[in-house]
């Protein structure tokens, strides 16, 4: 009897474990929301800003490139630079697992990692001083500045073309944690090549400094991964339409909800952008929103899986309509951004 493979499974033999693992799953979740799921979406962030930085001769193979990371984009580089012959140094953040931390080693980076830290405003300042240090050291060595270098969004117009190609003739608005704004700005401004409405729905914890929720405090909120402590460049405002800011409970209430509905396991910023969208998707039925699913559960299980029994139900959460960031306050407010530098542009 033959081998019956549906015509959706890809059987192509991969060169590297970066263009397997660069491919995403598109996974419906309702009528106009499609979750895109990977592995660990900033591959292509490094696959992108490596090849170009390759390409002009900025780095050539032996070179060592450095940044700083909380985890999934460390993971990411160190993939790259085992492709393309590059040393890999990583400063890694207090949030980062005894897992990612193995594979780095393995991978042959070098990895300085914060000791244990409460505030991780602190952890994200100290990782900019420690790479401060190093190039002093080091003249040699490449700072990729992950969050401040646009060569980071470069890699994301192969995946706008993706998402063209299975969602064709699709009006699409994109649900994603705004992060280091890399993934955002490089997927969005492709997509709106092709229709400039395309809305952009950015989501933030609170405490972030990039879009002014920087004066509250949320003890539990994992910021180092979908939020902002410090500046970053690579954070274009004037991009996003919408902006939604919610507490770790709801962000949490999320990532439950979409493994008990859609058995997704997907970390915190997924599954805060999946109960965004729940709301975007009642509020504009004409377009399919596109969630942005940037990495897996796992290093989630102890602060986020482990206790689902007292996560809140998403289906009686909803957030309060502000005007102007005077009236932003947790647990979840949301506000039309309009694409301005800043909100009173």
Same mark, same amino acid.
């Given at each position: 009897m033959p081998f019956l493979v549906p015509p959706a499974i890809s059987t192509t033999v991969h060169d590297h474990i970066t263009?397997?693992?660069?491919?995403?799953?598109?996974?419906?979740?309702?009528?106009?929301?499609?979750?895109?799921?990977?592995?660990?979406?900033?591959?292509?962030? #490094?696959?992108? =800003?490596?090849?170009?930085? @390759? !390409?002009?001769?900025?780095? &050539?193979?032996?070179?060592?490139?450095?940044?700083?990371?909380?985890?999934?984009?460390?993971?990411?580089?160190?993939?790259?630079c085992h492709r393309y012959g590059l040393r890999c140094h990583i400063v890694a953040s207090t949030t980062v697992t005894s897992t990612i931390r193995v594979q780095l080693e393995i991978l042959g980076a070098?990895?300085?990692?914060?000791?244990?830290?409460?505030?991780l405003r602190l952890d994200q300042g100290r990782r900019v001083d420690r790479i401060h240090q190093l190039l002093r050291a080091d003249t040699g060595m490449h700072w990729m500045r992950q969050y401040h270098d646009?060569?980071?969004?470069?890699?994301? #117009?192969?995946? =706008?073309?993706?998402?063209? @190609? !299975?969602?064709?003739?699709? &009006?699409l608005a994109v649900v994603a944690s705004v992060g280091t704004g890399a993934s955002s700005a490089g997927l969005i401004q492709p997509?709106?090549?092709?229709?400039?409405?395309?809305?952009?729905?950015?989501?933030?914890?609170?405490?972030s400094v990039s879009f002014g929720s920087e004066r509250f405090q949320d003890p539990e909120a994992i910021i180092a991964g979908i939020g902002s402590a410090i500046p970053f460049g690579n954070v274009r405002p004037e991009l996003y339409d919408q902006l939604h800011w919610l507490s770790f409970q709801h962000a949490m209430a999320g990532t439950i909800g979409l493994m008990r509905a859609h058995a997704v396991f997907a970390g915190l910023s997924t599954g805060a952008a999946y109960l965004v969208a729940a709301q975007e998707a009642r509020r504009h039925p004409e377009r399919t929103l596109l969630?942005?699913?940037?990495?897996?559960?796992?290093?989630?299980?102890?602060?986020?899986?482990?206790?689902?029994?007292?996560?809140?139900?998403?289906?009686?959460?909803?957030?309060?309509?502000?005007?102007?960031?005077?009236?932003?306050?947790?647990?979840?407010?949301?506000?039309?951004?309009?694409?301005?530098?800043?909100?009173?542009?």
């Open positions: 263009d397997g693992i660069r491919a995403p799953s598109l996974i419906r979740l309702a009528d106009n929301v499609v979750l895109i799921r990977f592995e660990t979406l900033k591959i292509y962030a #490094a696959l992108g =800003a490596v090849r170009a930085l @390759l !390409a002009d001769g900025t780095v &050539r193979p032996g070179d060592t490139l450095v940044d700083s990371s909380s985890g999934i984009y460390a993971l990411a580089l160190a993939m790259v070098t990895v300085d990692q914060m000791p244990a830290e409460s505030d646009p060569v980071h969004c470069l890699g994301y #117009a192969e995946l =706008a073309d993706l998402v063209r @190609l !299975a969602l064709p003739d699709t &009006r997509l709106r090549l092709h229709d400039p409405s395309t809305p952009l729905v950015g989501v933030q914890p609170f405490g969630v942005i699913g940037a990495d897996t559960g796992h290093r989630y299980v102890e602060k986020v899986f482990a206790r689902h029994r007292e996560a809140l139900d998403p289906d009686t959460l909803k957030p309060t309509e502000i005007g102007s960031l005077d009236e932003l306050a947790p647990p979840w407010s949301a506000m039309a951004w309009g694409r301005r530098h800043h909100p009173g542009a």
